[in-house]
């Protein structure tokens, strides 16, 4: 019977396995870490012999089987983003004329135009203001699939046709953890409805005027996906939230086992012995060298007084003052490095890519987060046990070296460090395998317009049952009226009664 348990099970492999298909793949705006993300999908497909066109406004990766970069004009994202460093205080209102402005420079541009003839079996798009592309995809007449480098909050929700509760899902743009207070509740809902306003009110007709098309048109394709790639890890988000099917995580896709060090910075980290050595970066979007000097000074010192060896990612060649302990680069293998054992700290900014990475390779954190998402990344880390945040205006010689010993020292850090690994990597499958399964089922099944969630076509106030309640309220509040009403004109007319004089 062995034999024919194997036909069975390739049998069941060969009709999960969808024809290989000619991808789209619209991710032209963002950081570099977002398109990290994003070429984490990519290499999962073409691994499975789909070919991916990719739209993107960074310079080719790698080169890749199956995967065909296209380079579109974007706007460096890291000078339009409030940092603390420049002090720069770029306001959403002013932000989203550029994002819409730049959608549209993309779309219009030669390297767009010389792919618009060809022929795609499917489109996937980053949610992060790609609108303009919406009439194009409408006229390939394929399915589409949105994906977010994000998790899905509250402003994204709708366009998922998911339930979002503001009164327990901190919004990652607010510094602030679950659970929340009434202030909290009160801030993170008005929040939300700012967001989804200006999107509804303010962003679309941007984008629209950039393609001389209706905003109904955007706000009807906005909806209509398949499904919605989101860069999170369900069993580790806090609190656990409801999702529909079409909602698909995918968190921590570009996540792998770590590879043998190059063999210079092998050496160097040999070199530093029984103490190991700390790994210092401020990802991909943050310049160090615009970094105030009184910041770096601080750092200096305190890197200066360890006996642990530090690898600091800097985006120049040399530094002035700089310790016989600490080597910089403008480049380094990061999840090589968090996965090597003799790693005793990671001193991070907080990106969202990067405490994924931390948590795959089970590595406890010191945050000193510089601008969007990373202050609520790092309070969440230092609310759940396994990172320490610190403020840069808070920043001291005393304050660092306590915080550095602290992360390195907690035996209950490290513990839990492990513990979120076990959980993330304890999967049915890995995160490739499930959205390359995901996305064949939307191939296979043209689109899979049964799995979309009704909550898309219904007003929010029928999803919530805001009209329901309302109801319930006013008959009960008119039926208790009515009531003491009645009971007091029966009082009334007893006491009337009672004290009616008799008659001689």
């Known amino acids: 019977m062995r034999w024919w348990s194997v036909m069975v099970v390739t049998g069941a492999l060969v009709v999960h396995q969808a024809d290989a298909a000619s991808i789209l793949f619209l991710a032209p705006l963002g950081t570099i870490s977002h398109k990290n993300f994003f070429m984490g999908i990519a290499e999962a497909l073409a691994a499975r012999n789909h070919t991916v066109t990719f739209v993107t406004g960074y310079r080719a990766s790698k080169s890749q089987t199956n ?16 940092n603390l460093f420049t002090r720069s205080q770029t306001s959403m209102l002013s932000l989203m004329p550029l994002l819409a402005k730049n959608c549209g420079d993309a779309l219009r541009s030669q390297e767009f135009e010389n792919i618009q003839e060809e022929k795609f079996d499917l489109v996937m798009i980053s949610m992060a203001t790609t609108e303009c592309f919406y009439p194009f995809i409408n006229k390939l007449k ?8 994000n998790s899905l909050h509250g402003a994204l929700s709708d366009q998922a046709g998911n339930p979002h509760f503001p009164s327990m899902v901190p919004s990652y743009f607010l510094d602030r953890i679950y659970p929340l207070t009434f202030t909290g509740r009160m801030i993170n809902t008005l929040s939300d409805l700012l967001l989804v306003a200006l999107r509804k009110f303010y962003l679309t007709p941007l984008i629209a005027a950039e393609v001389d098309e209706g905003p109904a048109l955007i706000s009807a394709m906005r909806l209509n996906g398949s499904l919605y790639i989101a860069n999170s890890v369900e069993t580790l988000e806090v609190p656990p939230r409801p999702y529909v099917p079409t909602v698909v995580h995918a968190g921590g896709i570009h996540c792998r086992p770590a590879q043998p060090l190059p063999l210079d910075l092998e050496q160097w980290v040999a070199a530093s012995g029984d103490a190991g050595f700390i790994f210092f970066s401020l990802g991909s979007s943050v310049k160090g060298s615009t970094m105030p000097d009184k910041y770096r000074r601080v750092l200096v010192e305190v890197f200066a007084s360890l006996e642990q060896r530090i690898l600091w990612k800097w985006d120049e060649d040399t530094m002035e003052d700089l310790p016989s302990n600490v080597r910089l680069a403008k480049w380094l293998p990061q999840q090589d490095i968090l996965g090597d054992p003799r790693l005793r700290l990671f001193i991070t900014h907080g990106g969202l890519l990067s405490t994924q990475e931390a948590t795959y390779h089970a590595i406890p954190i010191l945050g000193i987060p510089v601008f969007v998402d990373q202050h609520h990344n790092m309070r969440q880390a230092q609310n759940e046990g396994w990172g320490r945040s610190l403020a840069w205006d808070d920043l001291t010689y005393d304050l660092l070296r306590q915080n550095i010993f602290h992360v390195m020292d907690d035996t209950r850090m490290r513990e839990e ?54 109801v319930v309220v006013m008959v009960v509040t008119l039926a208790t009226y009515l009531s003491l009403r009645a009971v007091l004109a029966l009082i009334t007319c007893c006491c009337s009664s009672t004290t009616k004089p008799k008659q001689e």
Do not use: C
């Open 142 to 149: 394929v399915p589409y699939i949105h994906m977010t480098p």
């Open 67 to 82: 995967i065909r970069e296209v380079k579109v004009p974007m706007i460096d994202m890291s000078t339009l983003l409030p």
């Open 417 to 470: 460090a492990e513990r979120r690994a076990a959980v993330m990597r304890d999967q049915p499958m890995s995160p490739g395998d499930w959205v390359v399964y995901w996305v064949e089922y939307v191939i296979r099944h043209r689109g899979a317009p049964h799995l979309r969630s009704p909550f898309i076509t219904m007003p929010w106030y029928e999803v919530y049952n805001v009209d329901v309640w309302v």
